[in-house]
């Protein structure tokens, strides 16, 4: 299978893909240099200069995301409005994946930007715009995805290697967090995921060269491999959904690195097989 380099946009972080089916376009962000890029096939790439840390798209236009302090709305002309900080007393987090479940909420985790303690949070944001937290202790929170019926999140620590799964009720309530899966450290770092329409979990490998799909029992069934050390996340595109997107990260490679993967902090694209599914919308 083969994986091409659509954008050598050398992010530094590289981060959130996600597909607007309403533009045909990929959106995803640096989030060390506070960039947003956008990729639409025959189209230029254009970037933008945005402090975001995810993003989703919302139903009545623009987007929802994640920051650096706090959860923000993205108007479709790109102006940006805080809509609340969840975490004022601790300066040193910031948001870092997120995701909208089947129900139109939208989910995002927090970190301690330096990676050193475990103040990283689960948080659900519902339609109102109002927030909850719903877990909490985590390193470096990434995913989350969702089961095709919406009624499985996963989520992940990826400093710890360890991706859980939980029971998701229709209300938005969390409950039975359990290892999914665990990882070794020749495996690299279980980074951003996604769900493909036969219920199966891609995850993107930081430092593991690849990007693997395992089955709703956590079965490994495929690993595809990517010419870059440090692929962060990938999520489904294209006008058939039958397109992997896969985001990178150049940062702390050496030099040496850097000559043996150019396109370190690029944008991939290949062709797995499968297609994933629809993007939902924010509902707020």
């Known amino acids: 299978m083969s994986v091409e380099c659509v954008a050598a946009v050398r992010a530094t972080l590289g981060e959130g893909p996600v597909w607007v089916a309403r533009e045909q376009a990929l959106y995803w962000v640096d989030i060390v240099e506070r960039r947003l890029f956008r990729w639409s096939q025959g189209e230029a790439l254009r970037t933008f200069e945005l402090g975001l840390c995810s993003l989703a798209p919302r139903a009545g236009g623009g987007f929802i995301g994640g920051g650096h302090e706090g959860f923000l709305a993205i108007a479709p002309d790109l102006t940006v409005t805080p809509l609340g900080d969840p975490e004022p007393d601790l300066p040193h987090n910031r948001f870092n994946d997120g995701k909208v479940d089947r129900e139109g909420r939208f989910w995002a985790g927090t970190m301690d930007r330096f990676e050193r303690e475990p103040s990283g949070k689960l948080y659900r944001l519902d339609p109102d715009l109002s927030w909850t937290q719903v877990d909490s202790g985590y390193l470096v929170t990434n995913g989350p995805a969702f089961s095709n019926d919406g009624r499985t999140m996963y989520h992940t620590d990826s400093a710890r290697r360890r991706v859980y799964a939980f029971d998701l009720a229709p209300d938005g309530t969390a409950a ?19 769900v493909d329409a036969e219920d199966c979990v891609w995850i993107a490998f930081w430092d593991g060269w690849c990007v693997r799909r395992l089955s709703a029992k956590a079965e490994r069934l495929a690993e595809l491999r990517v010419p870059v050390q440090r692929p962060t996340s990938c999520a489904f595109g294209g006008p058939d959904l039958d397109r992997l997107f896969i985001t990178s990260a150049r940062r702390d490679l050496t030099p040496e690195d850097l000559e043996r993967q150019p396109d370190a902090g ?19």
Request: charged fraction near 20%; aromatic fraction near 14%.
């Open 176 to 194: 039975n967090r359990r290892v999914f899966a665990e990882f070794g450290e020749a495996d690299g770092y279980p980074d951003g995921m996604t």
């Open 266 to 284: 690029g944008l991939f694209m290949a062709v797995p097989g499968v297609s994933g599914m629809p993007e939902p919308l924010f509902a707020g």
